[in-house]
């Protein structure tokens, strides 16, 4: 590698690494923020918080590098051309094709690396966040008994206090309701004073009560009438068990099958198995209305009824009057059971084509999003070149916004692929394909050294050059260099 190359490169590494890491963390934080309802309350582990956080990260890669290496590649040039290295190189007879060969080799090599992070890396981040995430939702929440409420976090309990001491053990007026028998309000405990105390593993809950009464309904027995009993103590302890709040995985296999948790080849595979499924609805249709019609089954799945010479109007008026009655209900019955089996069949064959859709997509977005590293790049090299700003000013407003136009070109091919208005295909590459004429024509323009964004002196003459603006719009204290 030349000095001229090497100098590009060791250039472009640290904007690159630091714009990727801070628009994944954006991404994260984003992530965050939209379950952070599912997060609150649940005496999660930390451990388990920054597993949650590691693994989403991890699935976030594909959207956080095509930034990444959009933002740096303008920040890197447009620092060289704002500090007239650029401008010394192409004096010098370097072309910008042959000085953004190593941002340009930097882009192949990223979006190969892209490409198998996506295909090995993203699956199992996706399988373990997934599950994760699943049984943080399912998780309930951490038992917080308050003043004045009845709390029911229990099963089968209700419990009220009406006052907390400072030290969160002490509490005072205490009920407790228990509806573990199924028959309501019939067993009941009220004290004065108690205590909260959890045991060491947190299985269970001990509320010592003390200065207290119990107030119990026994159920009758041998037709024999109920009996009330009332108990008083000086203490009693009640034991709660708290297994049902400790937090538990699940099988992650149950997941397995889902499309964001496969790599290209099971995707393949899967799509097959979903092209024979909806093969065999088909069969099972034609097979079903074979006993009723006669049909020719054709290759594209269309069906053709083959009817006879004589209208139906003449058969049923050949029938005896005394069955047509009969005969038209049987008819009218078998005609619902043929019309819902088609219906349910139809609708079976829509699902398996909307799953396969889902599975093409992930397909093609593997594909997409590692290529689009290697355009981005390229892009950005021109961009900055026109711009002629480094640091993070100019450089970010304009790679949000044509990340912005990447991104929602990105969801909205999604959603019309997943819709089936338009083939998979197109929808996973329309980003691209709308940023690729736009990509060819700021290279051209960078090419030429032609400015697309005006600076604040052309801005200013500009404005005052024109003449349907009245004169006072124009003072001369503002446009003192050009008011002559």
């Known amino acids: 590698m030349k000095k001229i190359d090497w100098l590009i490169f060791r250039s472009f590494v640290p904007p690159f690494i630091a714009t990727f890491f801070i628009t994944l963390f954006v991404f994260l934080m984003q992530f965050v923020w939209k379950y952070i309802d599912d997060l609150a309350g649940k005496d999660l582990e930390l451990f388990v918080v920054a597993k949650l956080l590691f693994y989403t990260s991890a699935s976030l890669v594909p959207l956080s590098l095509p930034l990444a290496c959009l933002l740096a590649s303008i920040m890197t040039m447009g620092n060289l051309a704002e500090h007239q290295e650029l401008t010394a190189f192409k004096s010098s007879g370097v072309s910008l094709f042959r000085f953004m060969r190593s941002i340009v080799y930097a882009g192949f090599a990223l979006s190969a690396c892209a490409f198998i992070f996506n295909n090995y890396i993203i699956p199992v981040a996706n399988l ?98 109920s009996e009330f009993v009332r108990s008083d103590f000086k203490e009693y302890k009640k034991y709660f068990d708290l297994s049902g709040f ?17 790599n290209i080849r099971q995707l393949m595979n899967q799509t097959d198995t979903l092209l024979k499924q909806r093969m065999g609805y088909y069969s099972f249709l034609h097979n079903y209305l074979k006993r009723y019609y006669n049909l020719n089954f054709l290759p594209d799945t269309n069906l053709k009824v083959v009817t006879t010479a004589h209208p139906i109007s003449n058969f049923y008026e050949s029938l005896p009057k005394k069955n047509r009655t009969k005969i038209a209900e049987q008819a009218f019955t078998l005609a619902q059971d043929v019309r819902s089996n088609i219906i349910s069949t139809t609708r079976d064959v829509g699902y398996s084509k909307e799953n396969m859709a889902r599975f093409d997509i992930e397909i093609q977005h593997k594909f997409s999003y590692s290529f689009a590293c290697l355009m981005l790049i390229i892009m950005g090299g021109a961009l900055g070149a026109i711009i002629r700003k480094g640091g993070l000013g100019l450089p970010l407003v304009v790679a949000v916004s044509f990340f912005v136009v990447f991104h929602v070109s990105n969801m909205t091919g999604q959603k019309f692929a997943e819709g089936m208005k338009i083939p ?42 024109i003449k349907w603006i009245p004169k006072f719009m124009k003072p001369k204290f503002i446009f003192k260099n050009y008011y002559q």
């Open 128 to 225: 373990k966040s997934g599950t994760l995430l699943y049984d943080i939702q399912n998780n309930k929440p951490s038992l917080s008994i308050k003043e004045g409420k009845f709390n029911n976090g229990i099963d089968g309990y209700s419990i009220k206090i009406a006052k907390k001491d400072m030290d969160g053990k002490t509490i005072h007026d205490v009920m407790i309701y228990d509806h573990t028998s199924g028959r309501g309000d019939d067993n009941i405990i009220v004290a004065k004073q108690g205590e909260l105390v959890t045991t060491a593993d947190k299985r269970f809950l001990i509320i010592t009560l003390k200065d207290g009464s119990h107030y119990q309904d026994v159920a009758p027995k041998n037709n024999q009438a």
């Open 246 to 262: 400790k937090f538990e995985r699940t099988n992650e296999n149950l997941f397995k099958n889902h499309y964001q948790m496969m």
């Open 424 to 465: 998979v295909w197109l929808g996973c590459w329309m980003p691209l394909i709308v940023l690729f004429p736009v990509a060819l024509w700021v290279v051209d323009k960078a090419r030429q050294d032609a400015l697309i964004f005006l600076s604040r002196d052309s801005i200013i003459h500009k404005f005052y050059t």
